[in-house]
């Protein structure tokens, strides 16, 4: 299959780690968007929220108990971070392989302005 984060999981594109299970994959994000920036995907290739199931409530559980302990271990679980997940265009989805980021490590802005329209 021609996604790059299949590719990731399967070790055919390198990526520096940070978590794994049988079910979830972390990896730090190739343009870091602050100083904790960590990509946390499913095993299972499902594009996007779109498509998630309610046979996938497991390993969605599993991918927010991979945050939790991911931000632990980044020493940033009690200043705070931010987990993100883009869906299609207008959200600014680019990699059609369900993740989401962790990001942290400094003051992140708002992310609501004055933008409504
Ligand atoms: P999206 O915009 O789809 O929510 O986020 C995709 C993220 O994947 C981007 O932040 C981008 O930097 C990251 N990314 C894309 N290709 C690679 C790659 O080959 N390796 C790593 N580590 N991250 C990638
Ligand atoms: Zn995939």
Redesign the pocket.
């Known amino acids: 299959m021609d996604c ?1 984060f299949c590719k ?1 999981i399967e070790g055919s ?1 390198p ?2 780690k940070v978590y794994e299970s049988d079910t979830v994959l972390a ?5 870091p ?1 602050a100083p904790v ?1 960590i ?1 946390i995907i499913p095993k299972k290739h499902i594009p996007t929220m779109n498509d998630v199931t309610d046979e996938d409530a497991a390993v969605i559980a599993e991918l927010f108990a991979a945050a939790r302990q991911i931000a632990k271990e980044q020493g940033i679980a009690e200043a705070g971070y931010r987990l ?1 997940n ?1 869906v299609n265009s207008d959200g ?4 059609y392989h369900l ?1 989401v ?1 962790l990001l942290g490590g400094k003051k992140l802005g708002a992310l609501v302005g004055n933008n409504a329209s």
């Open positions: 790059i990731i594109i990526s520096t990896f730090k994000d190739i343009q968007a920036h990509v993100v883009n600014g989805q680019v990699v993740h980021h």
